[in-house]
Nanobody, 115 residues
Framework: QVQLVESGGGLVQAGGSLRLSCTAS????????MGWYRQAPGKQRELVAA???????NYVDSVKGRFTISRDNFKNTVYLQMNSLVPEDTAVYYC?????????WGQGTQVTVSS
């Protein structure tokens, strides 16, 4: 079992920045993927960014150049630096952890971008 604890959401004006953090605990294997999904009202959950423990990253097109995912494997923590936020980024952001064919989810943190 893996537990995820998120932090860093909030309210910000358009053009502003936020940083999300997520720490995994429990039975952690060295090969895994950590990342972030988001779900806006009335929309499907979508992958925002993910990072393999080996360093490979993946971003949804709409955040490329604005968001940066990073991780500290020693701390089992993943970060999402979000810059140049726009109202369309408003959503609940969920931390995601995947290992050994099993996915785990955080409780979600609200990000609201005002225009």
């Amino acid at each position: 079992q893996v537990q995820l604890v998120e932090s860093g959401g909030g309210l910000v004006q358009a053009g502003g920045s936020l940083r999300l953090s997520c720490t995994a605990s429990g039975i952690i294997f060295s090969i895994n993927v950590m990342g972030w999904y988001r779900q806006a009202p009335g929309k499907q959950r979508e992958l925002v960014a993910a990072m393999h423990s080996g360093g490979d990253t993946n971003y949804v097109d709409s955040v490329k150049g604005r968001f940066t995912i990073s991780r500290d494997n020693f701390k089992n923590t993943v970060y999402l630096q979000m810059n140049s936020l726009v109202p369309e980024d408003t959503a609940v952001y969920y931390c995601y952890y995947f290992q050994r064919s099993t996915a785990y989810w955080g409780q979600g943190t609200q990000v609201t971008v005002s225009s």
